[in-house]
């Protein structure tokens, strides 16, 4: 028999890290879900990445801020407000009503069949 051995990798901390704060990328490669170990320079980048999506949420979350102080933006609410029925569901798909299902009934007869079977 042929067997694979899966290659064992680790982490060694230097000083009091916490090992709470080790990257994604490396908790991925230490997982086995990346081949390559992440570089300096990847790392870099993707923190730099990471900081400008924190920048950008801020931003929204002022100009959203604002836009609600002016009036602009009604106040969102949390949590559902209307509870959908099977109506509403049913009416977003073409097909779907009631008259049409009845209209395939009829369609969808054997050939030999008669109305007046039905009766």
């Not at 924190?54 to 949590?79: C, D, F, H, S, Y």
């Not at 099977?86 to 009416?91: A, D, N």
Request: net charge positive; proline share 7%.
């Amino acid at each position: 028999m042929h067997y694979t051995v899966k290659e064992k990798r680790w982490i060694e901390f230097k000083g009091d890290r916490d090992p709470t704060t080790v990257p994604v990328e490396w908790i991925c490669w230490l997982n086995g879900q990346r081949k390559k170990a992440p570089t300096p320079e990847e790392l870099a980048e993707l923190e730099a990445r990471r900081e400008r999506v924190k920048q950008n949420v801020e931003l929204l979350k002022k100009k959203e801020e604002e836009e609600r102080r002016a009036g602009v933006r009604p106040v969102k609410t949390i949590g559902k407000t209307d509870t959908p029925n099977l109506r509403s569901f049913t009416q977003q798909f073409p097909g779907t009503s009631e008259d049409k299902k009845k209209g395939l009934e009829k369609v969808s007869k054997p050939s030999g069949a008669t109305d007046a079977e039905d009766a």
